[in-house]
């Protein structure tokens, strides 16, 4: 049935029921029993697919409707790749599966064309993180002709790579892949938490030195360039017009969670290849990340009652559509980190269990009394007011999150991993920002034969064009010099005098004198108004009169009081120049500066809340 026929059928139906009806379609739950855990989330994952239609006739899979970024779309798949991975229910698969590939793009790494406007390497990152859980978890397969998770999250990976910048910062990547987007002058901690998280998977899945090289080297760009704090905490990033010394001192929970995760990856890679000093430097940091995590992100007195939070945003009320997702990632990676770092099972699964109460008690609204907010610390299980794939998608992983001691372990190419793998995978589009290929394709012998011949008639029609105007301008020249050159004019009206009175007695007189009469035509003009006689411009030397070229209004701004355009004096006295329409002319002032909301700007997006530990804990919701 239809997402939105579902809603409209609960719409209609609730105001028929009785008072108090709402705590009929409340979930109950109890952390202890993983049928109930099963069953509270088998309801949390069909809400949270009520709201992707990418499945549905006329509709793009793998996209989710506005005003989900792109990036989002492949969360909800590592979501629902988690779903089938704690519960073994195969509802979502083929929805997984078809949504996945149809992103991949023409060179199968998750840059498809239609995302040119919003792609960035952390976008990227989340899709080739889902591939890779996939092949970690022995998701089902693709058809032998289509491309495979492993390859998949390989050649996000090399593309990465490839773009890791040294001109600025000393390395790092930008946040942005394409020059012309918001935010490509900024180099944020998600951009390496992907990335870094994701060369550390990789790592331990192929047991290839290289991925856990990149992995090391990330993680120390980050400390060099202080995102990552002696205490372990993660700033959000910096511009690379400052060398990456102006950080913004916001902290985000997915941020600390992909480091996380990865650490844990580290620490398992390096104990299986016999490193046991390096294994205990990860070890280590996987501490330090897991303090950090517990207290910069959880609201509470101490573990047996602290429950998830977003803090740079949700004690304010400020978490924007992106940030309402990020307590899914959190809650996800810590409960994967146990699997390789499992001396931290009892605490994270004290610090998930608790949340996934918190969350569950406030998960009474919406059409259907059941819908989920975001706020799950300090609010007494009130439901907040909101709804939303960010906060379902986030309710469900905390609630799964509970059944980690019961999942199966991640999967390696030595321990049962099924997935194909491409170690060069993503080769065709290696650091690319140039989307030009994406619709045209690679370049191939008979491309280049075709484009030579084009240029060659180009070339042919270009100089037969030059020559036939370099041809006509000598005629025209030609015929000026000969019309105002006085031994013409006297060949052309003859050297013999006429006096008055033969010219009126002879026809031809009269006819001589008419012509004589058009020669002076040509060479001077009465004013109507005066009479004056003036000269005019010989043939030859006619131009058009000057006349600017109109220049395009510029974007429309807050400054802006007007959105009529207005005639612009030029520097002719002459002329008047008008600027051109902008393109959003046509829509409402309202609708324009919609449209400049959802351009993401790092400065914009980032605003929250900073909290310092010496704060008192009671204060932060």
């Known amino acids: 049935m239809p997402s939105l026929l579902r809603m409209a059928i609960a719409i209609a139906v609730i105001p028929l029921l009785p008072f108090g009806v709402d705590l009929i379609y409340a979930h109950k739950f109890d952390a202890q029993s993983t049928d109930s855990i099963k069953k509270v989330a088998k309801d949390l994952a069909a809400d949270l697919v009520s709201m992707y239609n990418g499945n549905e006739p006329g509709q793009t899979p793998g996209l989710l409707p506005q005003p989900y970024y792109w990036w989002e779309a492949g969360a909800l798949m590592g979501a629902l790749i988690d779903y089938w991975y704690y519960t073994g229910d195969t509802t979502y698969n083929d929805i997984i599966q078809q949504g996945m590939l149809h992103q991949v793009g023409p060179y199968n790494d998750f840059m498809p064309p239609n995302q040119t406007v919003t792609e960035g390497n952390d976008d990227q990152g989340f899709w080739g993180m889902a591939a890779m859980s996939a092949a970690e978890h022995n998701f089902q397969n693709p058809k032998a002709n289509q491309p495979q998770w492993l390859a998949l999250a390989q050649a996000v990976f090399n593309t990465q790579a490839a773009r ?100 844990a990856a580290m620490v398992k890679y390096l104990s299986d290849a016999g490193e046991k000093d390096d294994a205990a430097l990860w070890h280590e940091r996987v501490d330090g990340l897991l303090n950090s995590t517990e207290l910069i992100f959880f609201y509470g007195n101490d573990e047996n009652d602290k429950v998830m939070i977003e803090i740079a945003c949700e004690p304010v009320n400020l978490c924007d559509v992106d940030q309402q997702s990020f307590k899914a990632y959190l809650s996800r990676w810590m409960a994967a980190t146990t699997k390789w770092a499992p001396w931290t099972f009892t605490r994270i699964k004290k610090l998930l269990r608790n949340s996934a109460q918190a969350a569950i008690e406030q998960c009474t609204g919406g059409y259907n009394g059941r819908l989920c907010g975001l706020k799950w610390a ?6 907040d007011g909101t709804t939303g794939v960010g906060q379902q998608m986030a309710a469900m992983e905390v609630v799964l999150a509970n059944m980690i001691q019961e999942a199966k372990q991640p999967v390696t190419n030595t321990t049962g991993g099924t997935s194909v793998g491409n170690p060069s995978a993503g080769g065709s589009d290696l650091g690319r920002v140039d989307p030009v290929r994406w619709h045209h394709g690679p370049i191939n012998d008979g491309d280049r034969a075709g484009a030579a011949f084009v240029t060659f008639v180009v070339l042919a029609a270009l100089l037969a064009a030059l020559v036939f105007m370099l041809a006509d301008e000598s005629k025209v020249s030609d015929e000026d010099t000969a019309r105002h050159n006085p031994v013409s004019v006297l060949r052309r009206f003859g050297t013999r005098k006429k006096t008055k009175a033969a010219a009126e007695r002879s026809e031809d007189g009269i006819n001589a004198a008419r012509e004589k009469g058009k020669g002076i035509a040509i060479a001077e003009s009465p004013d109507v108004a005066t009479g004056e006689i003036f000269p005019t411009s010989a043939i030859g030397e006619a131009r058009m009169p000057h006349r600017q070229v109109p220049q395009r209004k510029p974007l429309l701004s807050s400054s802006s009081s007007s959105s009529t355009p207005s005639p612009t004096t030029s520097d002719s006295a002459n002329s008047v120049t008008f600027a051109l329409p902008h393109p959003h002319h046509h829509l409402s002032l309202a609708s324009v500066q919609n449209i400049q909301s959802q351009r993401r700007n790092p400065r914009q997006q980032r605003q929250g809340f900073i909290w310092e530990p010496g704060e008192n804990n009671q204060n932060r919701g």
């Open 164 to 263: 890791w910048d040294t001109q600025t910062c000393n390395g790092g990547l930008r946040w942005q892949i394409f020059t012309w987007n918001n935010g490509f002058n900024y180099k944020n901690s998600i951009s390496q938490a992907c990335f870094f998280n994701l060369a550390a998977r990789l790592a331990l899945y192929t047991k290839n030195s290289t991925y856990a090289d990149w992995a090391i080297k990330t993680w120390d760009w980050m400390v060099a360039v202080r995102f990552i704090g002696d205490d372990y905490r993660i700033y959000d990033g910096a511009t690379v017009e400052t060398h990456c010394t102006d950080i913004t001192p916001y902290e985000f929970s997915y941020n600390v969670g992909a480091f996380l995760l990865g650490a």
């Open 378 to 383: 300090n609010n007494s299980g009130q439901w």
